[in-house]
């Protein structure tokens, strides 16, 4: 691999991926407030788009956007507004710096449940 090159890798939830979720954790939140999907604060199961917007929170957080939802001291309820407002954000203005990381957003958006 060429240098500079990043690998991440997330094995925190686990499990055989099927159609309808990825494991049954119905009513309960696992993960981290501030990378977790909707989905995830929502108590739903969590399936394979939920994967795909939390690497977006990551990525965003790590290449320094600000994430709404990132001062420690929001509850999870703040949290779960935040996302819900920023995952469905829809002026089509660009809600971060980064070109590529806006196309990413819309594409999620457009991928069924958002977030």
Known sequence: HPPGTVF?????????????????????FVGTKTYA????????PIRGIDEFWSVLFTVVDVLGEKLPWHEKSLTMADV???KLKW???????PIMQD??????HRH???CGDQA
Not at 37 to 44: D, M, P
């Open 8 to 28: 991440l890798i997330d094995f925190g939830l686990s499990a055989p991926i099927s159609f309808n979720a990825i494991g049954d954790i119905s009513g309960m």
């Open 37 to 44: 999907s909707v989905r995830a604060h929502q108590g739903l």
């Open 80 to 82: 779960l507004a935040r």
């Open 87 to 93: 995952t469905k954000t829809d002026k089509g203005e």
């Open 99 to 104: 070109i590529t990381l806006n196309q990413i």
């Open 108 to 110: 999620l958006r457009c």
